[in-house]
């Protein structure tokens, strides 16, 4: 398990982070979600040891994070960035090797990732002849081409058309999967963080505002909302039934929010007595929602 | 899983590859091949005024060619040997146009010595004594003196030659060796420190370095950039070295018992230190920026302090031992150019020598923290100049 302890940093006179605490166990996929600005990379640096924190702990196995074992850590910056006159796979087999991996291991890892990752080109091909696109993958292979034992990715999926997006998503699954390696990163796109994420984090302000999984975020933050659609319905006919009140109109439909205590399946009885009930089923909220509600707040 | 139990020794990864890297680059060979004609140059110029060094004249005679032969004779018999050319003319005017188109340097006539504009030092003292050896055998005749008591005469015990302080020996071929030597030092510290400061530059430009310092320690990949370029100008360096040493031995611009290899010694044990002294200094600067163009800015210091230094350098062929020249050779700052002259030159006593290599040794140990401290600060701000005090304190 990757632990992150109440890590803080100010620059100047700007606190970025106040406290940041998550972690990340292995096997898992972790999503970590904010505004630009709230202290993303901040935190995903000073995880790296590319930038130290005022105060605070990096525990990884339940101890300390020091510069060797941090060379088993994978990678991606915010900031991309390769030699751009070294040749692709080189340059993987640069890297790998500062991290401790052989030479002959790291060669044919970066051979095989440039595949997986369907990086176009000859890997002989010098960084600045490839596309934007392509140079985003050999970046994400410079991540994975020492088997890393925790991945920590700031924004990996930018960038990407949808198909890499589809790629990327199935690696970091396979590492969380196949070898039990803890995943973090960052992202804007949130649909995708649902999808992929065991686990979403978010932070806002330099402070984790939520942290569980979907479900757990929904139950802890989303109101319980129902949407009904029935035709022949009066105006008001849900009125009668104590805790529950008019949260939306939808398009013909109305959402109701319940209460703790009221049942759906009242509701849905006394629908059906109105008439030919067209559509009933609860409103989940996307995590962008979910998101905005916290942040709001 | 593979566990790496430690990471000391990943700036050879980094050395290697900056070494690499450069070596195969254009301007690398074009560097090498413009040493090499440069140092060709110098060493060809100086054997050709080897060559031409030993005087030779031309001497025109008009009637009894005697004082001229005798003075030709004379000249064979000098050490080095001056060769003089006898020329006979039937007058006056075939003489003096050879005077006028330069085929002799001067002519006898009768008891005369005429020049052009005028006469070689050397040449009117072998003439006036061979002129006077003609008028004493003369006499030596008019009196019938035995040819033995002649020869007794004409062949007395030379001279011992001594000196109360005597100069280095080879002095002048040394001088030559020690200006070769300060300017190959000069481009090597100087292009090869620019070099690790546009590296560290390209590195911060291209993002790289922030993979890199999740990798390894700031330390270690300042130590891998600087041994790494550092090799590869010392690398340069004995190949330009060797070609120059093989060179003025076939061409006799120096002698083969000269310092040459010494010199060439010194210069490759100075330029380590140096390097060392000096890239650590561009390493810490070039991390202060995000661009080659803001290159130049913070360098200035760095440059001016090399430049004066090859100035002084310089100064110390003529005058090794002017007080300006015992300081630069003994300060830091300037001791890697300063001092091999001075040695080469045999101007230095053991006891500065020893004062200078620990003095510039000494401040390289002491730089190291400083300048990596600089660098870890700074090399990760991405963003225009960062100014010396901020890096400082960004780092800890």
Known sequence: ?297 | MSSVPTDRGTWRLVARRDFWVRIRERSFLISTLINIAVISILVLARASSAVGSGPSFDLGSVGSSSIATGASQLGHDAQPPIPIQVHAFPDQAAANAALRDGSVDAVVVDNQLIGFTDIPDVLSSLVQASARNVAVTALLDRHHVPQEERDAANDPTPLTLAVLQPAPPHRSENAAVAFVGVLLLYGQLFGYGIWVASGVIEEKASRVVEMLLSAIRPKQLLLGKIIGIGTLGLAQLIVISSFAIGLAFATNAIDVSSSAFGAAGLVIGWFILGFAFYATLFAAAGSLVTRMEELQNVIVPINLTILVSFFISIGALQDPNGRLQVIASILPTSSALAMPVRIVLGAAPAWQIVVSLVALVGSTVLLVPFAARLYSGAVLRTRGRVRIREAWRAAE
């Open chain 1, 1 to 297: 398990m990757l632990e992150l302890i109440d890590l803080r940093r100010r620059f100047d006179d700007v606190v970025a982070l106040d406290g940041v605490s998550f972690e990340v166990p292995e096997g898992r996929i972790v999503g970590f979600v904010g505004r630009n600005g709230s202290g993303k990379t901040t935190t995903m640096r000073i995880a790296l040891g590319v930038l130290h924190a005022d105060a605070g702990r990096v525990l990884w196995r339940g101890r300390p994070v020091d510069p060797v074992t941090r060379r088993r850590f994978g990678y991606m910056p915010e900031e991309r960035g390769l030699y751009p006159k070294m040749r692709v796979r080189e340059q993987l087999v640069y890297l790998a090797r500062l991290r401790g991996t052989p030479k002959g291991v790291a060669r044919s890892r970066a051979t095989q990732l440039l595949e997986i990752l369907e990086v176009v080109g000859d890997p002989n091909d010098r960084m600045e002849t490839l596309s934007l696109g392509n140079q985003q993958r050999v970046q994400l292979a410079a991540a994975l081409v020492h088997e890393p034992d925790v991945l920590v990715l700031d924004e990996p999926f930018s960038g990407l058309d949808p198909v890499g997006v589809d790629v990327l998503a199935e690696v970091l699954r396979g590492q969380a999967r196949d070898r039990g390696v803890p995943v973090v990163f960052s992202s804007h796109q949130l649909e995708l963080v649902e999808r992929l994420c065991d686990e979403v984090v978010l932070i806002d302000r330099g402070r984790i505002v939520a942290r569980g999984s979907i479900r757990e975020l929904r139950a802890m933050r989303a109101r319980n909302l129902w949407r009904i659609e029935v035709p022949a319905a009066t105006d008001g006919w849900w009125e009668v039934v104590p805790g529950v009140s008019l949260a939306a109109r939808d398009d013909g439909a109305v959402v109701l929010e319940l209460d703790g205590d009221a049942d759906p399946q009242r509701i849905l009885d006394l629908a059906r007595a109105e008439g030919d009930v067209a559509a009933f089923g609860p409103v989940r909220p996307s995590l962008s929602e979910l998101f905005r509600e916290v942040v709001a707040e």
